[in-house]
T-cell receptor, first 114, second 114 residues
């Protein structure tokens, strides 16, 4: 069974708008990661947030983590057509440290209209 | 660095045939993993390895074998292909303990079993 569930399944916005994707998971985690996948391609790592962190920024990306609610959100600000892709959250449930055995969510398909 | 490479990119098999998907990385990463991605879903972990000579099962290991004789290579063997194994297969590598714990993904192998 998959650890992460993402919401929404699909999101369509206009260029320049912000996009927010949410991820919920089931068990305690060491860290949570977000990946992007362009159509027909492999996954690209975007950002990692550890269980003792609440918020992290990287360029136009902002990730929050609420371990009490077992949820995370990814915000992409000032979206561009090139941001069109599927976005996946992935959790590492290792308790003694990261195991790199990732459990992926089902993904959010983001379409940014020019 | 070439990063993570996978061969072949595409493969069509008949039910019952066997084959090996190749994965290699030139980053001297200890951790390597195999995932499968079915349409509209996230990735699911098949097998992983924490170093040469050490492998373990992931979430969906049945029907697949792996071995890790060198740090660089992590082949995935399908013993007797079944239509349920039609999927896109991704190999990933990482170095545990780094601040990012980032996994690097290969471009994928698209497998169809008839």
């Amino acid at each position: 069974s998959q650890q992460g569930e993402e919401d929404p399944q699909a999101l369509s916005i206009q260029e320049g708008e912000n996009a927010t994707m949410n991820c919920s998971y089931k068990t305690s985690i060491n860290n949570l990661q977000w990946y992007r996948q362009n159509s027909g391609r492999g996954l690209v790592h975007l950002i990692l947030i550890r269980s003792n962190e609440r918020e992290k920024h990287s360029g136009r990306l902002r990730v929050t983590l609420d371990t009490s609610k077992k949820s995370s959100s990814l915000l992409i600000t000032a979206s561009r057509a090139a941001d069109t892709a599927s976005y996946f959250c992935a959790t590492d449930a290792g308790q003694g440290g990261a195991t790199n055995k990732l459990i992926f969510g089902t993904g959010t398909l983001l379409a940014v209209q020019p | 660095n070439a990063g993570v490479t996978q061969t072949p990119k595409f493969q069509v098999l008949k039910t019952g045939q066997s084959m090996t998907l190749q994965c290699a990385q030139d980053m001297n990463h200890e951790y390597m993993s195999w995932y499968r991605q079915d349409p509209g879903m996230g990735l699911r972990l098949i097998h992983y390895s924490v170093g040469a000579g050490i492998t373990d099962q992931g979430e969906v290991p049945n029907g697949y074998n792996v071995s890790r004789s060198t740090t660089e290579d992590f082949p995935l063997r399908l013993l007797s292909a079944a239509p349920s194994q039609t999927s896109v297969y991704f190999c990933a590598s990482s170095v545990p303990g780094l601040s990012t714990d980032t996994q690097y993904f290969g471009p994928g192998t698209r497998l169809t079993v008839l």
